[in-house]
């Protein structure tokens, strides 16, 4: 497989929507060699619909790998051929979106995590895309949906669709999704985080590989959940609001491998060759505020950042050139910063999982068990 290139995936960066873009992506594997990368969640319809001009939706540029496509629908059909159409593009692995609460995806769109409530579908589903593709496939779902939050409820999804499929990894953001109209940005913030769900997806279902995502935000959390069993932890917007010092120390923290002193000059220097190569290429599209967007977090909290932001939205109105823009905008970040390399171990933080094996859900029984049980 050609996942088996790479280390495994302990590490890993969300799909998100408007987020997660090539030139984001670019700029986290210039910062660690070894985090999983998933691109946005692309619709299969998107994918078939657009088959002649593919590039603009799938390519991405050499290094991202180790890389993951993440898509979407409720249409087997669409979804075997968009799985085949991605197959040249040497993606590592087939991510199946059953976690969007957004309306749009879960609500109009009928797939997204409305598709929890359907776990024979998506089987189906999973058993279409391995079909046509030659690397893993994976299912990213929350722990539940509405009223439908009970943890037998979960595992009855996870063992349906593992059983009925060839799926063997799941990532779960390990909260529930409310679709009674609460925006996307709420659902990752009201439900609570039932972390103890995930754990005893683990100890009940020890064949299959299990990823955690949600309301984890530094490497020092990501180790406490790999120390607490995880097979491997996925961050969202962490990872994007603060990719210098998160991403910064991935590969050394989490991966074992030696500092590289790796400074943000020399990112800087490589991201704007990417940039002036991307320009343009569809159009006007992408601009030189798209392609900069991801930059707008690399100084946080340090001297300078907020004067480089104003710069920076000032320039966008009237410099056109990567070169250009640089001169302009980021002579207000101080050398320091500039030549500084990550350094020493990442933050500390406070273990969420210390307690989780006492709070375990008890044991889950598929329901062929409980009848036998029942009539014992």
Known sequence: MVAERYLPPWFSVAPMMDWTDNHYRTLARLISKHAWLYTEMLAAETIVYQQHNLDRFLAYTPDQNPIVLQIGGNNLDNLAKATELAKPYGYDEINFNCGCPSPKVAGHGCFGVS????????????????????????????????????????????????????????????????????????????????????????????????????GINSVDEVN???????????????????????????????????????????????????????????????????????????????????????????????????????????????DSVWDTPIVGPPPACEDPFADIQSLLPPPYKTSEEEEIELCA
């Open 115 to 214: 598709l929890m409530l359907d776990p024979k579908f998506v089987a189906e589903a999973m058993s279409v895309i391995a079909a046509n593709t030659n690397v893993p496939v994976s299912v990213k779902c929350r722990i539940g949906v509405d009223d439908h939050d009970s943890y037998n409820e979960l595992c009855d999804f996870i063992y349906k669709v593992s059983s009925q499929s060839p799926t063997k990894h799941f990532i779960i953001h390990s909260r529930k999704a409310l679709l009674n109209g609460i925006s996307p940005a709420e659902n990752r913030t009201i439900p609570p985080l039932k972390y103890e769900y995930f754990y005893g997806l683990m100890r009940d279902f020890p064949d299959l590989r299990f990823t955690i995502n949600g």
């Open 224 to 334: 406490a959940a790999r120390r607490a069993g995880a097979h491997g932890v996925m961050v969202g917007r962490a990872a994007y609001h603060n990719p210098w010092k998160l991403l910064g120390h991935v590969d050394s923290a989490i991966y074992g491998q030696p500092s590289t002193g790796l400074t943000r000059r020399q990112v800087i220097e490589k991201y704007q060759v990417y940039g002036e190569s991307v320009l343009g290429i569809y159009g006007q599209k992408p601009h030189i505020r798209d392609v900069v967007k991801p930059l707008l977090h690399f100084f946080r909290g340090e001297p300078g950042n907020g004067l480089w932001k104003r710069k920076a939205d000032s320039a966008f109105q009237t410099f056109t050139t990567f070169k250009s823009f640089f001169e302009e905008t980021l002579v207000a970040i101080p």
